[in-house]
């Protein structure tokens, strides 16, 4: 199985656009235009009946104490985490393309709903968290929103965009379901999966 996508090779940097912060020498960061990569793939097994499609960034800090603060850095020592970007399942069978922008074009404040996602099912991203403290942001974001690590990490971000055939349908997930619930949902019915990582950083000292 392959899968591609779009502006992104293997190891390369993830362009802007498809990020919902952007550094901003002035504010260190500003949003970005946030829209979701085009992503495509092909050489699919047989016996398969849907697709799930997530981006997932492992390299998040599990302790938040210095995220984004001034004098302070997130030491790159510091244990990581995954945070779901992007969770679409139950994409039917007979889909090879989600286009650019189709899921996410421009940052939505307090989160786009599940329904209404271009295929499949809409999976809750990590924002959810990230952002329940802001009175501006916070709600429940669905679906996609991109890289936005902190801009005093050390440590380079990386974005991993996987596509998994399954012998089943659905994963039968309803409700806020999170990255969790769909890696478990998952087990026993993945017949192949595919993955591109790409990388992004707000750190002036690491771009």
């Not at 990569?37 to 499609?53: K, L």
């Not at 809409?122 to 959810?128: A, Q």
């Amino acid at each position: 199985m392959k899968i591609s996508v779009s502006g992104i090779q293997d190891g390369q940097p993830v362009p802007e656009r498809y990020a919902f912060g952007v550094y901003n020498e002035a504010d260190r960061m500003s949003f970005g235009p946030n829209r979701n990569p085009e992503v495509s793939w092909d050489q699919v097994p047989a016996g398969t009946q849907s697709f799930v499609v997530m981006m997932f960034d492992p390299d998040v800090p599990s302790v938040a104490d210095d995220v984004n603060k001034e004098g302070r850095v997130v030491s790159k020592t510091l244990p990581r985490v995954d945070f779901f970007h992007w969770l679409l399942i139950d994409i039917p069978a007979s889909v090879r393309r989600i286009p650019e922008g189709e899921d996410s074009d421009g940052v939505t404040p307090k989160g786009k709903p599940q329904e209404g996602g271009p295929v499949g099912v809409r999976g809750i991203n990590n924002f959810t968290q990230f952002l329940a403290g802001n009175p501006d942001m916070a709600g429940t974001y669905a679906g996609y929103d991109g890289p936005c690590p902190p801009w005093n990490d050390e440590l380079m971000h990386h974005y991993h965009f996987e596509v998994y055939a399954l012998d089943v349908d659905s994963l039968g997930l309803s409700g806020e379901f999170d990255g969790a619930a769909v890696r478990k949902a998952m087990q026993g019915h993945v017949l192949a999966s595919a993955r591109v990582t790409g990388t992004y950083t707000l750190n002036p000292d690491l771009r």
